[in-house]
């Protein structure tokens, strides 16, 4: 787990193939001294596990399914990425929680420079979108960032100066695509509030074709014993 605070850029080295895993090699500057092989590393919003390393390089082998997913695919040597180690159950939550488990990608449709910040703009599909909403938490590229307007398909952040210097969200521009984690309360939320849901193809559930069924309960509300009646009495849903 992680909290989205970039602790360094990393340098991409190379990139290669093998077995049908894509392998990319990062120098991981200063923070290569402390990583071992097995440890997650959070590259660009999505965790990864360095399988070699040797001094400030680490080497990374990225599954099918997460290229996919993210901009992986698409990174060549030179390459700047953010860098964040897994915390420790002491360390301070100085963002919100972040898997590194990317739900998609979005593509930065403005940046916005404003007095004392940059007003960053962002498109991402419906299937991401609601679950973002103002005030609310977003990583983008693995950064924790405060969600300043949201409405159908895209959504705004502001970004200050220290997060454009320290991060590659300095560096990419209008065009340039983004690894997107939403915050992953809402999802579990949803999921709990929501009657039992479908399954896809590949017994993935989907919270688009969620469909009731009698009987069994199962994912209910009622099974789970949380309902909005119970989240009023809580404080957590707003009374009418």
């Known amino acids: 787990m992680f909290t989205g605070l970039i602790e360094a850029l990393g340098e991409v080295k190379s990139v290669s193939r093998r077995r049908g895993l894509l392998r990319v090699e990062v120098d991981l500057g200063r923070l290569g001294l402390s990583v071992s092989p097995g440890e997650s590393i959070n590259i660009d919003g999505a965790c990864l596990t360095a399988v070699q390393c040797s001094r400030n390089l680490a080497l990374f082998e990225v599954a099918p399914e997460t290229a996919q997913r993210t901009t992986l695919a698409s990174l060549k040597a030179g390459d700047k990425v953010n860098l964040e180690r897994a915390l420790k159950l002491s360390d301070r939550l100085g963002g919100h929680i972040v898997l590194g488990h990317i739900d998609g990608v979005g593509r930065i449709i403005a940046k916005e420079p404003q007095a004392g910040q940059t007003l960053m703009t962002i498109s991402c599909s419906e299937e991401i979108s609601r679950y973002i909403i103002p005030k609310g938490s977003v990583a983008a590229d693995g950064v924790s960032l405060t969600v300043v307007s949201a409405s159908d398909n895209r959504f705004s952040v502001a970004l200050i100066p220290y997060t454009l210097a320290h991060t590659t969200l300095g560096i990419k521009g209008a065009g ?48 789970s014993g949380i309902d909005v009646e119970r989240l009023k009495e809580l404080g957590f849903a707003r009374k009418k």
């Open 176 to 223: 340039d695509k983004v690894n997107i984690e939403v915050d992953v309360l809402g999802k579990w939320i949803e999921k709990l509030l929501s009657p039992t849901p479908a399954r896809d193809g590949q017994g993935a559930w989907s919270p688009s074709a969620t469909q009731s069924r009698s009987g069994d309960g199962v994912g209910s509300p009622a099974q």
